[in-house]
Nanobody
Framework: QVQLVESGGGLVQAGDSLRLSCAAS????????MAWFRQAPGKERDVVAA????????YYSDSVKGRFTISRDNAKNTLYLQMNSLKPEDTAIYYC??????????????????????WGQGTQVTVSS
């Protein structure tokens, strides 16, 4: 089964940018639907962005649309999340996730926590005002 390791989190100021990475091993990410989730203290773990298996479709939550970009480098077997114009409300632990089950169609993206089977350990992002 695939193992996922996130990196790139840190403490930044409002308006700054960060790029999170999710390195995969034990599996090839191009065969999975992938996503980034985040969880703030006392809140649910919610999807931020998702990437279809065929690579042509992306989903973004309304709160990050236009500021965050999800991408995949198959050669490096790594998923990325470029985060621009960061806000204090973006402060959370960010998790990378992979769906082990086949999608209905290769263009499908999934937004539910239960839709994903493999998770990284998370990386903390803190945005100060």
């Amino acid at each position: 089964q695939v193992q996922l390791v996130e990196s790139g989190g840190g403490l930044v100021q409002a308006g700054d940018s960060l790029r999170l990475s999710c390195a995969a091993s034990g599996g090839t990410i191009s065969v999975y639907v992938m996503a980034w989730f985040r969880q703030a203290p006392g809140k649910e773990r919610d999807v931020v962005a998702a990437f279809s298996r065929n690579g042509f479709y992306r989903y973004y939550s309304d709160s990050v649309k236009g500021r965050f970009t999800i991408s995949r480098d198959n050669a490096k077997n790594t998923l990325y999340l470029q985060m621009n114009s960061l806000k204090p409300e973006d402060t959370a632990i960010y998790y990378c996730a992979a769906r082990g089950r086949d999608p209905r169609i290769d263009s499908a993206t999934y937004t539910g926590r239960d839709d994903y089977d493999y998770w990284g350990q998370g990386t903390q992002v803190t945005v100060s005002s």
